[in-house]
């Protein structure tokens, strides 16, 4: 298994993930965007199947932003997840943040039972955050702080 930066190539490939993993997908426009604007675009992969996931992270000044985490629906509860967003912290680590935000449903226990057992916190919600069927959902908001890299 690799991890490795996104291309543009992985686009199509990262979105068809996308499509299942999400009832609200990013399109594969906004993938081509992080790319272009140069956010740490990042994807787990096997020689036999292929892309499994994939991590997207901001940083800027002292702080990363967890933009999107995501594994391949058909390849979930196998620990995946948990490898890859240990990987999006290292890398925020790497890029000296001193702290780490994400955003998450409520409606979303799995991945908040993740994050919360990897080191986040909850520290407030931004209302109406997210479409949703029935009009918008609210983002919980998560942060870690990071202790530095070892030099
Ligand atoms: C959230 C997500 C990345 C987790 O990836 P995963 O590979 O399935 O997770 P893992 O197998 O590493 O499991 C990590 C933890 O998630 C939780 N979890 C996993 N599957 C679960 C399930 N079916 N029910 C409840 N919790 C579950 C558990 O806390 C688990 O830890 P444990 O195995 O020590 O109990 C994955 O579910 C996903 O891509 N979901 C769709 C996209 C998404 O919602 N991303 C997060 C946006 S903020």
Redesign the pocket.
Known sequence: MQFRPMRQADVPAVSAIEAR??AFPWTPGLFRDCLSAGYHAWVVESDEVGLL?YGVLSVGADEAHLLN???DPV?????????LLRRMIDLARWHMADRVF????PS????I??YR?EGFNEIGTRPRYYPAKDGREDAIVMAMELLPPER
């Open positions: 993993g999400y996931g985490l995501c594994i390849q979930q509860g196998r620990g995946l997840g948990r490898r994400l955003e998450v449903r979303n226990p799995t991945a039972a993740l057992s």
